[in-house]
């Protein structure tokens, strides 16, 4: 279940973003019983590398991955955690 949830986060976010970069990571046996476990929900790490982030802040690249993942956020995913960088910022680090 854990990895179609991961392949589902990183078809919708390749499809919105069209990254040159993807990772999509399940950390939910990081967490296991934790609150957020006990409902069935995941945890995840995106990192992600995409020119359709250049010019957005943090927070409003953030809010467009919330957006491209959909209900997701909803019934399937806990925790995310995101790093959104152009390729430009990715090649500096």
Same mark, same amino acid.
Request: hydrophobic share 40%.
């Given at each position: 279940?854990? @990895? =179609?949830?991961?392949r589902?986060? =990183? =078809?919708? %976010?390749?499809?919105?973003?069209?990254?040159?970069?993807? %990772?999509?990571?399940d950390?939910?046996?990081?967490?296991?019983?934790? @609150? /957020?476990?006990?409902? /069935?929900?995941?945890?995840?790490?995106?990192?992600?590398v995409?020119? @359709?982030?250049?010019?957005?802040?943090?927070?409003? +690249?953030?809010? +467009?991955?919330?957006?491209?993942?959909?209900?997701?956020?909803?019934?399937?995913?806990?925790?995310?955690?995101?790093?959104?960088?152009?390729?430009? =910022?990715?090649?500096?680090?």
């Open positions: 279940m854990t @990895a =179609e949830r991961s589902k986060i =990183e =078809e919708l %976010l390749s499809a919105a973003f069209t990254p040159t970069q993807i %990772l999509v990571k950390q939910s046996h990081l967490h296991a019983g934790h @609150a /957020g476990a006990q409902d /069935g929900k995941g945890h995840f790490a995106v990192d992600i995409s020119t @359709a982030f250049a010019g957005l802040s943090r927070l409003e +690249r953030h809010r +467009r991955i919330f957006d491209a993942l959909g209900e997701m956020m909803d019934t399937d995913i806990h925790a995310l955690k995101i790093k959104a960088t152009t390729p430009d =910022e990715s090649n500096a680090s």
